[in-house]
């Protein structure tokens, strides 16, 4: 599991280091000139003779990327440093111009005074770009002179390859939001510990390739964000036994679909059955299509372990809304996970346990929010999505999986997770039913467990979500997918994660 953890965890990591005199930014800038160097390599075939701009801030973070412009310049790199700021650290910069790197500074009063071109000239002339503007103690994203720097580089041609330090400047550390200008790393070298901004969206899609320089930090406590691995969902996953039988695989019933929207019912139902649950019953208006599609269903009332409501159920479709309340407040009421898309998200009462997983996207997350009174717009969503999945999570109790091309699961005790397994193709048409299929599937074989530990439901939507990327991928690796496609690559993706 790649855990990530917030500023604050990472200071309280570094402060006894600090004060026993370990050279932390040291080990830093030695395993940041390595990546650079091992980047040059790889996209010119050698390190010496290339040319790098250094973007320095004011803080240890600048101080971080002058020491491993030294480090660069004494390898034959011609390195240049622009000064964002009429504060950065000494050492630093002492260690830079030893090295015989040049040092151009740009602030406000000199940019006013030409100092720009010779910056644009380097920019332009560059191969490499450090952003060391800002670090972990940044906030309010990149102003001024610094905000100039970034759009300077943004806009060369060719753009020369970014390497962001630490992470990537103007982005929020702890919520992963993007706060005004943000220089899109093809890198970032992290150091000690992954940021939450490295992994949640929207900040996560500005970093690049993600390499950590271990400098021998202890971190301890709950990761403030995690991602899962193929090995953590094989640990997860219900794997039945030689003598179980279909009821002990877990039942799963579905009110999904309607007679406008039957795709729907027969995408959940196949999300399921081919993630590996015993039986499917289905409730509904589209049972026909449901049982041509797949006629090992059963369809009418009995026994379930786990729910899954909600998606295909038109507005308009009083009596499939009516079985999907009674699923809803059934599972709600007793040991029955429940899945919550779409249709049914308006039908949510007030409170319910977290063994309730609402999966939305941006837009029915907002309009879920406005009716409980919160002032949100889809956008509002798209620009931060952890902190309003969790506002929905302290608002109804359930756990709550926002859906996005980095899927964000939020449940209770700080669960937090952030997935981002599948191909850009999986957005499309039904990709949504077809989770909600197997995350149902995953709860019913679970059921029991997931009621008694009321973080468990949040790994497992996590884990739903990591075999729901993989098999889009998995579909037809590098190409365009449809929801079906997805759903029949699913039982050779969990066979490899369950023998891994």
Same mark, same amino acid.
């Given at each position: 599991?790649?855990?990530?953890?917030?500023?604050?965890?990472?200071?309280?990591?570094?402060?006894?280091?600090?004060?026993?005199?370990?050279?932390?930014?040291?080990?830093?800038?030695?395993?940041?000139?390595?990546?650079?160097?091992?980047?040059?390599?790889?996209?010119?075939?050698?390190?010496?003779?290339?040319?790098? /701009?250094?973007?320095?801030?004011?803080?240890?973070?600048?101080?971080?990327?002058?020491?491993?412009?030294?480090?660069?310049?004494?390898?034959?790199?011609? /390195?240049?440093?622009?000064?964002?700021?009429?504060?950065?650290?000494?050492?630093?910069?002492?260690?830079?111009?030893?090295?015989?790197?040049?040092?151009?500074?740009?602030?406000?009063?000199?940019?006013?005074?030409?100092?720009?071109?010779?910056?644009?000239?380097?920019?332009?002339?560059?191969?490499?770009?450090?952003?060391?503007?800002?670090?972990?103690?940044?906030?309010?994203?990149?102003?001024?002179?610094?905000?100039?720097?970034?759009?300077?580089?943004?806009?060369?041609?060719?753009?020369?390859?970014?390497?962001?330090?630490?992470?990537?400047?103007?982005?929020?550390?702890?919520?992963?939001?993007?706060?005004?200008?943000?220089?899109?790393?093809?890198?970032?070298?992290?150091?000690?510990?992954?940021?939450?901004?490295?992994?949640?969206?929207?900040?996560?899609?500005?970093?690049?390739?993600?390499?950590?320089?271990?400098?021998?930090?202890?971190?301890?406590?709950?990761?403030?964000?995690?991602?899962?691995?193929?090995?953590?969902?094989?640990?997860?996953? #219900?794997?039945?036994?030689?003598?179980?039988?279909?009821?002990?695989?877990?039942?799963?019933? +579905?009110?999904?679909?309607?007679?406008?929207?039957?795709?729907?019912?027969?995408?959940?139902?196949?999300?399921?059955?081919?993630?590996?649950?015993?039986?499917?019953?289905?409730?509904?208006?589209?049972?026909?299509?449901?049982?041509?599609?797949? #006629?090992?269903?059963?369809?009418?009332?009995?026994?379930?372990?786990?729910?899954?409501?909600?998606? $295909?159920?038109?507005?308009?479709?009083?009596?499939?809304?009516?079985?999907?309340?009674?699923?809803?407040?059934?599972?709600?009421?007793?040991? @029955?996970?429940?899945?919550?898309?779409?249709?049914?998200?308006?039908?949510?009462?007030?409170?319910? =346990?977290?063994?309730?997983?609402?999966?939305?996207?941006? $837009?029915?997350?907002?309009?879920?929010?406005?009716?409980?009174?919160?002032?949100? @717009?889809?956008?509002?969503?798209?620009?931060? #999505?952890?902190?309003?999945?969790?506002?929905?999570?302290?608002?109804?109790?359930?756990?709550?999986?926002?859906?996005?091309?980095?899927?964000? /699961?939020?449940?209770?005790?700080?669960?937090?997770?952030?997935?981002?397994?599948? =191909?850009?193709?999986?957005?499309?048409?039904?990709?949504?039913?077809?989770?909600?299929?197997?995350?149902?599937?995953?709860?019913?074989?679970?059921?029991?467990?997931?009621?008694?530990?009321?973080?468990?439901?949040?790994?497992?939507?996590?884990?739903?979500?990591? +075999?729901?990327?993989?098999?889009?991928?998995?579909?037809?690796?590098?190409?365009? /997918?449809?929801?079906?496609?997805?759903?029949?690559?699913? #039982?050779?993706?969990?066979?490899?994660?369950?023998?891994?």
């Amino acid at each position: 599991m790649l855990h990530s953890w917030d500023a604050a965890a990472v200071r309280a990591a570094e402060e006894p280091l600090l004060t026993a005199g370990v050279p932390l930014m040291a080990r830093a800038s030695f395993g940041l000139a390595a990546h650079v160097a091992r980047a040059l390599r790889d996209r010119r075939g050698r390190v010496g003779g290339a040319r790098a /701009v250094l973007l320095v801030g004011s803080g240890n973070n600048g101080g971080d990327t002058l020491h491993a412009g030294a480090l660069l310049a004494r390898r034959g790199v011609a /390195v240049t440093a622009v000064l964002a700021s009429g504060r950065v650290h000494g050492d630093g910069l002492a260690a830079l111009r030893a090295a015989h790197g040049r040092v151009l500074t740009l602030d406000d009063a000199s940019e006013r005074h030409g100092v720009a071109a010779p910056v644009a000239a380097a920019v332009a002339a560059a191969d490499v770009v450090l952003d060391g503007l800002l670090g972990i103690g940044g906030r309010g994203g990149v102003r001024g002179a610094g905000a100039r720097l970034v759009d300077l580089v943004a806009a060369a041609d060719p753009r020369p390859l970014v390497v962001a330090v630490d992470l990537p400047s103007g982005v929020g550390v702890d919520d992963g939001t993007r706060t005004g200008a943000v220089l899109d790393a093809d890198l970032t070298v992290t150091f000690g510990g992954h940021k939450p901004a490295l992994l949640l969206p929207p900040a996560s899609a500005a970093a690049g390739r993600v390499e950590l320089v271990d400098i021998g930090l202890r971190l301890t406590g709950a990761p403030a964000v995690a991602r899962l691995e193929d090995h953590d969902v094989a640990a997860l996953w #219900p794997v039945p036994g030689r003598a179980v039988h279909k009821y002990g695989r877990g039942v799963l019933g +579905v009110v999904t679909g309607s007679g406008h929207y039957p795709g729907a019912a027969v995408l959940s139902v196949a999300g399921a059955l081919r993630t590996g649950v015993g039986m499917v019953r289905y409730r509904g208006s589209a049972g026909a299509q449901v049982l041509a599609a797949h #006629p090992e269903v059963v369809e009418g009332d009995g026994r379930v372990q786990a729910w899954v409501v909600g998606s $295909g159920v038109a507005p308009d479709d009083d009596a499939q809304r009516s079985r999907a309340r009674d699923a809803l407040a059934h599972g709600s009421r007793h040991d @029955e996970p429940v899945v919550v898309d779409a249709g049914a998200l308006d039908l949510l009462p007030e409170r319910v =346990p977290p063994h309730v997983i609402l999966t939305p996207h941006a $837009g029915e997350l907002a309009a879920l929010l406005a009716a409980r009174g919160e002032r949100v @717009e889809r956008a509002d969503v798209e620009a931060g #999505p952890l902190a309003h999945a969790r506002r929905a999570h302290e608002l109804t109790g359930a756990t709550v999986l926002l859906k996005g091309s980095t899927t964000v /699961v939020v449940g209770p005790h700080g669960a937090t997770y952030a997935q981002a397994d599948g =191909p850009a193709w999986l957005a499309t048409a039904g990709a949504g039913d077809v989770l909600g299929g197997v995350l149902g599937a995953l709860l019913a074989g679970r059921a029991s467990d997931a009621v008694a530990d009321p973080a468990l439901p949040a790994a497992l939507a996590a884990a739903a979500a990591l +075999v729901h990327g993989r098999a889009a991928h998995r579909a037809n690796p590098g190409g365009p /997918v449809t929801a079906s496609d997805v759903a029949a690559a699913l #039982p050779a993706v969990v066979g490899a994660l369950v023998r891994a």
